[in-house]
């Protein structure tokens, strides 16, 4: 391409909305355009971007036996009614009447119309096991998009669903499909983990997150330094105490500590470690308030303790009317020791094995030193109930857990019967018998991971492209102020010899100064750069340099093309 | 692709309502399914002959210079309001509203973002000309939505949009864009005329459509069998007559026709050929009611009579009590001749060139026999407004003229400043002056492409597609109900080496009856067919067929591998 002929218009202020380096990068090199709040236009230069990544995701998909097709993004109310998401969608759904007043949604997924598909067009299980998947544009109405395209309510996805007879068929599915999402990040150069999700809302049994390593995340993972183990903090397991309780050595005594409210003040005023404090947190269970205790250092993982019997899903802290008319005490204040019966104790594993601990006293003003389990205070049960935190062991028994934000680009899940229950979707299977279609299903952000990428590799100058996605690969930028005829015809007898051998490249012929055309091709983060100029020819060298490297090199013509035949993806 | 693994699902019944060959056989094949009313989901197969013409259309624009970029499908109002289009594009734009309540629509074409796009993008005259398109779905709220894909609601388009600075650059990529589509229907194996097109409410100067010819199509096209002259049949201009008016020779005379009110009745009645007749209809006119005067063979062309200086764009005809009012008479029995001064008699010109002529007589029961023009009846303007007819001279001197029916696939237009001017859209021209863009839009409706080659394309057993529309070029058919391994291996060595030659194939190895697969395969229109058979192989051929002749052919493999090599595209 010809940079004369491209539209380029890369820009040097951008909204003071642009919160993060994707966005703001995006908009100062002119790949995208807002249209609305969180709708954007995709220029000639984005779109490049964007089909690069379209174009692996349906490479690996179709490698996997998955097979492709289109489905519309107009969907009828009723099939949104079976599944009973018309309504538990919420406000992310788009609803639209048309001139009929029909009513409809802009899909935001398809399950309901795959299902709907699947019912019609499967009646056996010879037709078992099949993957289909689409790429297309989608909708969610989000109540605050922002962060451009990382956000965006429309927004390009793959989205993929497999149909089976059987648990075991899922899983292999699940299996292929985890090494596809594996594949595909990998080729597009990108450092990411799949980890273990929550499966929220959607449901189902299994689910693993692909996520994007970016300190701009806003989620934030656990992963092993030493094994593949990886997962969303709120799922993350705490490995157990390596080492037993010790027995009591201490004697319980009450101590006041009249303005000491937190931990660290309790900890600085009794000089003792926050590891050897216990901190209680009185929640809302199924019958009346429930106690959650955990060392001092660690925090309460929300989605571990939703699970625990005792609570029922959801953790909502007590209020301090609550808290005192069971206690008397304020909520800085409470601990296992003296505490009304009624309230079950639920201690985290790493709180449990602590002897001779501090407490809240359950009168204000008061902490407990001294204090030991089943000495002082009645267990109901141990569990993992803290986040871990950096240094950990891994669960897994092998390597250390290190922490690290990542954005969510890739969602795999095993649906189960959910969606085919409802809406009765069901083939014969060998013996004559109808069954219940098992599903799993498979989304990528595709427009999302050109933001992701953006924010794993940009620096002050701007984007620095994995290849696979860069919009081309080599730039080549003749030097020429004075019009030479021959710097001309060296930088047109590159470009075509770079595109004759399959490398794209774009040749910057817009005739601008040296400082403008390098800071444009450094902001769009073409990988590799040549400067044709006068003195260069002079000396038989072009000028190389790599869009992730400091140093320029002078490389005769030969030595250069081999290297860019090497280096680059053809 | 071996169809064990694809997902292929003929069906035997197709809905009543499915009135035309192309929606009938694409819900044979199973290419589409309905979703809602003129909302369809393409399967795995349908989507792999979409992707093909896309695949066309975009290699197409690209060597013609455009850029692929990607606009939202959800639309502001208020870019709609900036043209007036908000309320003028009618009940086909599907109006929505978020979960703010702001209005949006799902864009049913772009003109708008993509003005919008300019007039913030380009700045100046260096930036032009330039060419935008993308591939999309888009979204019209057909009142009456039928015939499958063919008039769909949600539908697939490649929309193209150019800016320039002059007239010349517009023309010039006009120009382009012609040829481009010439290019692309032709690629594609369709028959399909270049055809002047009225502008309709899209407005601009100079406009065509690309019509593929078929029997369902809803436009009538008139063609030259001797040069590329063709226009819609609303547009074709008649050929003016070759030879002068002859010199009045009967005497003017009144005559009762008591009962004969059509052309018809009268030159029956008067033993006179309807082409010595004038035929006079009564039109309201910007100041009262005109007169129009044809042949009495002849029919009234209402696009060109209403661009008539005394219409006004509609052509409305009188009531019979508007009629009456003036003239005394019925319309039956209306005629140039003592016709009251106020009324305009506007002659077509091949009734113009008429002597001694039958008309009506102005009252009731009446009719003029020997009349003539000038002597007995005064012009006011003699023109074009008649519809053209088979066997009538082209316009432009060269060959006759033929009627087709056809479905319009493209259209192209020369917009102007029109949306520009609306949304001050504007660039600094060398000068230093602000300049309104000029635009150009070009249209390509990429599903319906798939309906409209089906409909050119088919016989009783299903569609025959086009080679480059093909969902695979061959099929494989291994005939096997004694499950030989020798009629396996030789049908599964021939098919690698089809894929190996880079031969797009489809092994059939579902295992079916050979009546089923090959019912299957004519159906969804495979070119060429190969079937493996234990009796074939001991005479060591294969059996060839393709799906365009009705005799198969014994081959050898090197003979068919060669035939296969040379006739299908790579």
Redesign the interface.
């Known amino acids: 391409m010809r940079l004369s ?3 380029l ?1 890369t820009v040097k202020e951008v909204p003071a909305d642009a919160e993060i380096a994707s966005h703001r990068l995006m908009l100062r090199a ?1 790949m995208i ?1 807002k ?2 709040a969180g ?6 230069l ?2 490049r971007v ?1 089909r690069k990544v379209e174009a692996i995701v349906r490479e690996e998909m179709n490698r996997a ?1 998955a ?10 109310r009723e099939l949104w009614e079976e599944t009973g998401r018309w309504q538990k969608f919420g ?1 992310q759904l ?1 609803k ?1 009447k ?2 009929k007043e ?1 009513e ?1 949604c ?1 899909g935001p997924t398809h399950e309901e ?1 795959i299902t ?2 699947a019912r ?2 499967i009646k056996s299980y010879k ?1 078992l096991p ?1 993957n ?1 998947y689409q790429i ?2 989608k ?1 969610r ?1 989000e ?1 605050r998009p922002r962060f451009g395209i990382m956000r965006a ?2 927004f390009l996805m793959k989205d993929a669903y497999s149909f089976h007879l059987t648990e075991t068929s899922l899983q292999e599915t699940y299996r292929v499909m985890y090494e596809t999402y594996a594949r595909i990040f990998t080729r597009l150069g990108l450092e990411f983990r799949a980890v273990q999700a929550d499966t929220g809302a959607i449901g189902g049994h299994a689910s693993h997150e692909f996520q994007v390593l970016a300190e701009a995340g806003e989620d934030v993972i656990a992963f092993s330094d030493a094994s593949d183990y990886a997962a969303n903090l709120e799922m993350a397991e705490a490995a157990p105490p390596a080492t037993p309780r010790p027995a009591p050595a201490a004697t319980l005594e009450r101590v006041a500590t009249p303005a000491q409210k937190t931990i660290e003040d309790i900890a600085a005023f009794l000089k003792v470690p926050a590891t050897r404090c216990v901190k209680t947190l009185l929640v809302r269970g199924r019958d009346g308030l429930v106690a959650l205790c955990l060392r001092g250092d660690h925090a309460l993982n929300e989605v571990k303790a939703g699970k625990l019997p005792e609570l029922a899903g959801e953790v909502t802290l007590a209020s301090e009317e609550e808290i005192r008319a069971v206690t008397g005490a304020g909520p800085g204040f409470i601990g296992p020791v003296g505490l009304p019966a009624e309230i079950p104790v639920i201690v985290d594993r790493d709180a449990a094995v602590l002897a001779d601990f501090v407490c809240g006293g359950n009168a204000d003003g008061t902490h407990y030193v001294g204090a030991n389990w089943d000495r002082d205070a009645t267990i109901r049960r141990i569990a993992d109930i803290r986040s871990v935190v950096e240094g950990d062991r891994a669960p897994d028994g092998r390597g250390t857990l290190h922490l690290a934000r990542g954005i969510e680009v890739g969602h795999i899940f095993q649906l189960g019967s959910r969606y085919a229950e409802a809406m009765g979707a069901s083939v014969q299977d060998e013996t004559g018998q109808q069954r219940t279609l098992l599903m799993g299903c498979y989304g990528i952000g595709v427009s999302r991971i050109v933001a992701a990428a953006i924010e794993q590799r940009h620096d002050e100058a701007g984007i620095v492209w994995p290849e696979p996605m860069a919009p081309w690969q080599v730039a080549v930028c003749p030097i020429n102020p004075k019009g030479l005829g021959e710097v001309s015809a060296a930088a047109e007898s590159l470009y075509q010899e770079l595109c004759a051998r399959g490398i794209e490249t774009v040749l910057d012929d817009r005739g601008l100064r040296p400082g403008a055309m390098f800071a444009d091709l450094e902001l769009i983060g073409i990988p590799h750069r040549v400067v044709v100029s006068e003195r260069g020819l002079a000396a038989g060298t072009l000028e190389y340099r790599r869009r992730d490297e400091s140093q320029s090199q002078a490389l005769d013509r030969e030595t250069l093309l081999a290297r860019l035949a090497g280096n680059v993806p053809g």
Chains 1, 2 share one sequence.
Do not use: C, N
Request: charged content about 20%; glycine content about 8%; proline content about 6%.
């Open positions: 002929r491209f539209h218009a002119g355009r249209l609305a709708i954007y236009t995709w220029s000639p984005g779109l964007l036996g097979l492709e097709m289109l489905m519309p993004s107009i969907q009828p406000g788009l639209i048309d001139r029909q409809f802009f119309v709907d598909f019609h067009e037709q099949v289909f297309q544009t909708f109405d109540i309510r429309e």
